[in-house]
């Protein structure tokens, strides 16, 4: 590759379309595998694709693995990295760095060799895909040979020793959302978790018990009581209530508030990976609450309206993926419930790769 622009911490040397863009609003990166100055280079062994883009390209493909497969290869192969245009979300990757820029050698942390997780989106992550060998349908863990640039101003993590890689991929992909509980929720507080049962809102649910304390009330919503996460989030008493409904229909969630909300939340985390799900949030928290959306699904529009339509004076933060030392609080969340510990083991370690049948490579 020769580069005639100048390097940019940010990354815009990357950017080939359209010109002035930075990465993640670019439509086309150079995913060239080299490692320029500034940059780190990664050989990529699995992606973690965002749950609601994931949910958006298996709906896409008709569900079939192959389809999924040839779905994310010619998206990445048209974008230079992994932006889904409906979702607007990427994921992260995990992978090993291969070689890192000169200017970068003294501070990158790291050096070739070392394994890692990158921390910012693959929105913004220059890549490229020479084969898809797995896809774990269940959990949108995709598997791959291919390469990964990461920038000056990237974040990126080493893999903790005391974790399984895979299941840290999973952790580190939601690290805002328990990072963003423990500064939001206090003691004594009513907290409400929809999409409880996911791993953003498993890891939300235990931090939000901590912070609230025995005082406090957690309660959970998903679309299914039965499922073994939100079986333990009971059993455990991470939810003090977990409630069955769809939580885009509001009245269903308004219905059941009596007997598992005497008041509404202060404090309400959305974590689902579907869209509709605005209002419900809203309407579950008290005025001057927090309304929390951590969900890539969600609508600035239908919240800022629907919260107005509804008259609700709540404040709502957008979920910033990223917060100081968030990659440290979700690994530690982990390490400190050994229930949740042990679910992430069964549901994302090897045991996953094990069962994930090969697709066929279609690159
Ligand atoms: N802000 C950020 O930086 C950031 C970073 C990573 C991910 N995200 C987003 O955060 C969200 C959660 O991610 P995740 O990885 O935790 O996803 P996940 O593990 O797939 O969990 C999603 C949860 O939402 C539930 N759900 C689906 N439809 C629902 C409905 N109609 N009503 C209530 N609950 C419903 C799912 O239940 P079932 O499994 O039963 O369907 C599941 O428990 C996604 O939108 C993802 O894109 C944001």
């Known amino acids: 590759m020769s580069l005639t622009r100048k390097l940019c911490s940010l990354g815009s040397h990357r950017v080939l379309e359209p010109a002035g863009a930075l990465p993640q609003g670019a439509r086309k990166l150079d995913a060239t595998p080299v490692a320029h100055a500034n940059e780190i280079l990664c050989d990529v062994e699995a992606l973690n694709i965002d749950s609601a883009s994931f949910r958006q390209i298996v ?42 820029g000169e200017q970068l050698a003294e501070r990158a942390g790291v050096k070739a060799g070392d394994r890692i997780a990158s921390l910012v989106s693959l929105t913004l992550t220059p890549l490229r895909i020479d084969a ?15 390469t990964a640039v990461l920038f000056e101003t990237g ?29 939001l929720v206090h003691a004594g507080q009513t907290v409400a978790v ?31 009581r039965s499922t073994a996460a939100a079986q333990l ?27 598992v909300l005497p008041e509404l939340a202060d404090v309400t985390i959305n974590c689902v990976n579907v869209p509709g799900t605005e209002l419900a949030s809203i309407l579950l928290t008290k005025d001057h609450g927090i309304v929390y959306f951590f969900s890539m699904s969600t609508s600035f ?22 917060a100081k030392g968030h990659a440290a609080t979700a690994l530690q969340t ?8 042990r679910y992430f083991i069964e549901r994302f370690g090897a045991a996953a790769i094990a069962t994930a049948p090969p697709v066929v490579p279609v690159s």
């Open 59 to 100: 709906e896409a493909s008709g569900g079939d693995p192959s389809a999924v497969a040839a779905h994310v290869l010619a998206l990445v192969e048209d974008r230079g990295k992994h932006h889904n245009p409906v979702t607007g979300s990427g994921g992260m990757f995990i992978g090993r760095v291969r070689a890192v």
């Open 132 to 146: 898809i060998e797995r896809i774990d349908m269940a959990t949108g863990r995709i598997w791959i040979r291919g």
């Open 155 to 183: 974040l990126y993590a080493t893999l903790p020793d005391d974790l399984p890689d895979d299941v840290a991929l999973a952790v580190l992909d939601v690290a805002g959302a328990p990072a963003q509980v423990k500064r």
């Open 194 to 224: 929809l999409g409880a049962d996911g791993k953003s809102g498993m890891l939300a649910c235990a931090q939000a018990r901590e912070r609230a304390g025995a005082a406090g009330r957690v309660v959970g919503f998903g679309p299914d």
């Open 233 to 259: 989030l009971v059993e455990h008493g991470y939810v003090d209530a977990f409630v069955e409904c769809d939580a885009r229909d509001v009245l269903c969630v308004l219905g059941k508030l009596p007997e």
């Open 301 to 322: 529009t239908a919240a800022a309206l629907g919260a107005e339509g509804v008259g609700k004076d709540v404040t709502m933060i957008v979920g910033n993926g990223y």
């Open 334 to 341: 982990l390490r400190d419930h050994p229930p949740l510990r």
